[in-house]
């Protein structure tokens, strides 16, 4: 079934620009959501802003996304909820997102919560390297590719 759309969520994605290039290339139309905190603009690429709020630019991005699309988020809850639409999810690094790996990552997430709740620190993520945008961008052309 070919890509219908590459929808991603722009608040604080750091791949925005490189999947919108591979879209292009691919001629699949892209979207952005974000929220008015960010402003994303590139060159044939839709721009869905959203006012401020917890997950509003997710909310919205969830109602577009259909099967066949494919979806860029780091965000587990938004992650696990497109799949149950029939998307094709991936991270930043270029990690696919699957009905196999979903719920340990969303325990994982439950566990961080509830150590900061608690009062505890977590350390944060590493400081991106090129590496993992060079991943990224593998994954989601191998992805378009395979989807024409």
Do not use: W
């Not at 402003?39 to 509003?56: C, F, M, N, R, Y």
């Not at 009905?99 to 944060?124: H, S």
């Amino acid at each position: 079934m070919p890509v219908r759309h590459l929808l991603m969520d722009g608040d604080g994605c750091p791949v925005v620009r490189q999947a919108a290039e591979l879209a292009k290339r691919y001629g699949v139309p892209s979207v952005v959501f974000c929220d008015t905190a960010h402003q994303i603009v590139l060159d044939g690429v839709e721009t869905v802003t959203v006012s401020k709020g917890a997950d509003s630019a997710d909310f919205v991005l969830l109602n577009r996304v259909r099967p066949a699309d494919i979806v860029v988020t780091q965000d587990y809850g938004l992650a696990a909820l497109c799949l149950t639409k029939g998307a094709v999810v991936l991270n930043q690094d270029g990690k696919r997102y699957t009905a196999e790996n979903i719920d340990g990552l969303l325990y994982t997430r439950y566990i961080g919560k509830k150590v900061r709740k608690a009062g505890g620190r977590l350390k944060g993520p590493p400081k991106r390297r090129p590496e993992q945008d060079e991943a990224f961008c593998q994954a989601l052309d191998k992805l378009l590719r395979t989807k024409e």
